[in-house]
């Protein structure tokens, strides 16, 4: 079982940085495959980012590629995304999610955990 806690969003303008962490509890954090998701109203969610256990894997949503960067840390059970050059587009409710596999996916469906999401708004 693991829970997620996420935190760092806000509402801030265009072409500013934020970074957003999400902190797991639980054992054998490395095990897990991490993602960020994110939901705007009225939208599905939509695959964001992921990182393997390892750390050795990542993907990146076109929209993001360039701009956002993943990362974790295994001994702080945390997971990280650096998202630099925010658009207005970027404006949605961000979540953390796991699955235990080693592969990045991009389906929801496939990650068991979910956080409670953060909101980030991006005015222009």
């Known amino acids: 079982q693991v829970q997620l806690v996420e935190s760092g969003g806000g509402s801030v303008q265009a072409g500013v940085s934020l970074r957003l962490s999400c902190v797991a509890s639980?054992?054998?954090?490395?095990?897990?495959?991490l993602g960020w998701f994110r939901q705007a109203p009225g939208k599905e969610r939509e695959f964001v980012s992921g990182?393997?256990?390892?750390?050795?894997?990542?993907d990146y949503a076109n929209s993001v590629k360039g701009r956002f960067t993943i990362s974790r840390d295994n001994a702080k059970k945390a997971v990280y995304l650096q998202m630099n050059r925010l658009v207005p587009e970027d404006t949605a409710a961000y979540y953390c999610?796991?699955?235990?596999?080693?592969?990045?996916?991009?389906?929801?469906?496939?990650?068991?955990?979910w956080g409670q999401g953060t909101q980030v708004t991006v005015s222009s």
């Open positions: 999610a796991a699955r235990s596999a080693q592969n990045v996916v991009r389906s929801p469906v496939l990650y068991s955990y």
């Open positions: 639980g054992r054998t954090f490395s095990w897990y495959t």
């Open positions: 990182i393997s256990g390892t750390g050795g894997s990542t």
